[in-house]
Each structure stands twice: as C-alpha cells, then as structure tokens.
C-alpha cells in the first residue's frame, strides 16, 4: 500500500518553461512534506520542505504547495534549466523522522 | 569529511554470502539512517540511530539484516545469507541531532547473483 504517490513517472518540459510536480499521499499523520532531488549514481539531494502548518514555502525558483484537505503537494520550477534534469522524489515524515517515498518523477528539461 | 560516504560503492555477491556495507557520516551528525532503493522505486526506511543506539528499527525486512554504528560514528549494515531479492541501492543518510533536511551518501549497489 503505497503511502506517498507520485503518478507521473516522467515529465518533459522547454527550456525557460515552468515544471510541476505533483505528489499525493494517503496518511493523515503526516505532517512534514519534502523534495529531494537525484542525479544518476548520486544519492538523493534535499531541495524543499514544507510544514503542514503552511500552503506554500518558496526558495528562489522553487516553491512547494500544501493542500492537505486534498492530501496533495506539488513542486513548481520556474524558469526550468537543463541542469534540473533528474529525477525528483516526494517524501513524507509523521513526526519521527522516518521518511516515506513516493516513486519518483523523472523531469527532463528540453534546451 | 565533506559529505557521507559509502563503501564499497559497487559489491557483487553469491547468494547466500554474507556481506557488510559501510557508512560514514557527516562529522558531527548523531543521526544515521539507512534506505534501500530498489529499481523503479523511491528509498524505503531500514533503520534509524541516534548516537550508537537504534532508535527505530522497523524497516528492517527480516532478521537476516542487521545494523550497528558501535561508537556513535561509522555504521555497518550487515547482510546474512543474502538472497537475489536483496538486490538494491542501500543508502546512507546523516542529520543534525535527527532533523529532516538528511544528506545522502551515494549508495552502495549490492547485486546478489
């Protein structure tokens, strides 16, 4: 049973354009919501979070929204770059530290 | 050092061997965690320490898999009787007293042929 759903394996995009990433999850004790970004041979890099106290939390050009009525989030890139390439995972904790992953969405931004 | 590092990067076992995987972590950092990464999937939680101690467990599969981190520092994953299934990317991760925002290693690529 699959806590932390992310249902696009892949994503392409333009050079300039924004991407969105979205995430779903199922278990309402989840309250820390994050981004994690990974190269090839690379482990995975943190790249944004999000309490659930908050609806958006913004980091140059990336932001992350929170509908937690919706048990939703996604990731926005703008302007994408082909240096964002890789594969982006959302990841969940309930308090303990413990973090839940979905699949991972592969972006590839087209120069 | 400057970030997590794992050894051996790459191993390739029999079934049925044993095998250990190396972590160190940040210096510094009392919380290390092990994932594994199988193919196609996000990393799945294995084990958490604070200090030398496990502070969670849970995620090990079975009692085949066993982990220690002696003197607070470097942690060793130990692997016994490893079957084909064990096949994945295992790992490492260290934090500042457990806070979410973890560093990576670049994982150890266990193959059990």
């Known amino acids: 049973d699959q806590q932390v759903k992310q249902n696009s394996p892949s994503l392409s995009v333009q050079e300039g354009r924004i991407s969105i990433l979205n995430c779903d999850y199922t278990?309402?004790?989840?309250?820390?919501f994050l981004w994690y970004k990974k190269y090839p041979a690379e482990g995975p890099t943190f790249l944004i979070s999000?309490?659930?106290?908050?609806d958006k939390n913004e980091d140059g050009r990336f932001t992350v929204f929170l509908n937690k009525s919706a048990k939703h989030l996604s990731l926005h890139i703008v302007p994408s770059q082909p240096g964002d390439s890789a594969v982006y995972f959302c990841a969940a904790s309930g308090s303990n530290y413990k973090l839940t992953f979905g699949k991972g969405t592969l972006l590839t931004v087209n120069p | 050092g400057a970030g997590v590092s794992q050894t051996p990067s790459n191993k390739v076992t029999e079934k049925g061997k044993y095998v250990e995987l190396r972590c160190d972590p940040i210096?510094?950092?009392?919380?290390l965690y092990w994932y594994r990464q199988s193919l196609g999937q996000g990393p799945e939680f294995l084990i958490y320490f604070q200090g030398t101690g496990a502070a969670d467990d849970s995620g090990l599969p079975n009692d085949r898999f066993f982990a220690v981190r002696p003197e607070g520092s470097v942690s060793t994953l130990k692997i016994q009787r490893t079957e084909r299934g064990d096949s994945a990317v295992y790992l490492c991760?260290?934090?500042?007293?457990?806070?979410?925002?973890?560093?990576f290693g670049s994982g150890t690529r266990l193959t059990v042929v």
């Open positions: 999000i309490s659930s106290i908050k």
């Open positions: 210096s510094g950092h009392t919380a």
């Open positions: 991760a260290s934090s500042f007293a457990g806070g979410y925002g973890y560093t």
């Open positions: 278990n309402s004790m989840f309250d820390y």
